[in-house]
């Protein structure tokens, strides 16, 4: 059990440093943009690859399994490129609040975009049979 522990920990680490810490020990206030940047290089990367993405006017999607850092990566694009869809992880798009209509919704959505967008999805969610064919990149952030 302690072995599993240290791996979670260990791919927590890898998304975010931030988030390998135990919820006592991180910050007290509120995790901002700068923070998350400043701890994490992989972070940075992402914030440059997006940068690129949105020069090019190219869609992306962004896969990763910590609901947290679905909550951070929307955080990135919300404040560095001024929008988001809500992140496809079966917690907003929840089937006790119509989740499978909401979920075709922002596809929908994020399909008709013209223009540079951003979709943050959970693999485990996103392969239930969800069809995106209009993204350029697709990012394997976790």
């Known amino acids: 059990a302690l072995q599993l522990e240290v791996i979670q920990r260990i791919k927590l680490f890898a998304e975010n440093p931030v988030l390998a810490l135990p919820k006592e020990k991180r910050p007290k206030d509120t995790i901002t943009l ?3 940047l400043e701890n994490s290089s992989k972070f940075r990367w992402l914030q440059k690859t997006l940068k690129t993405i949105k020069q090019n006017q ?3 999607l962004i896969f990763t399994r910590s609901i947290q850092m679905h909550a951070w990566i929307n955080l990135l694009l919300e404040k560095e490129f001024g929008y988001n869809f809500p992140p496809i992880n079966g917690t907003v798009t929840d089937k006790r609040q119509g989740g499978q209509k909401l979920t075709y ?3 929908d959505d994020f399909n ?7 979709l943050v999805l959970s693999p485990e969610v996103a392969g239930v049979g969800l069809n995106i064919t209009c993204a350029n990149h697709v990012i394997h952030y976790g």
């Open 105 to 107: 919704k922002i596809l």
């Open 112 to 118: 008709r975009h013209q223009g540079f967008a951003a």
């Open 34 to 36: 700068m923070m998350l």
């Open 58 to 60: 190219e869609k992306a």
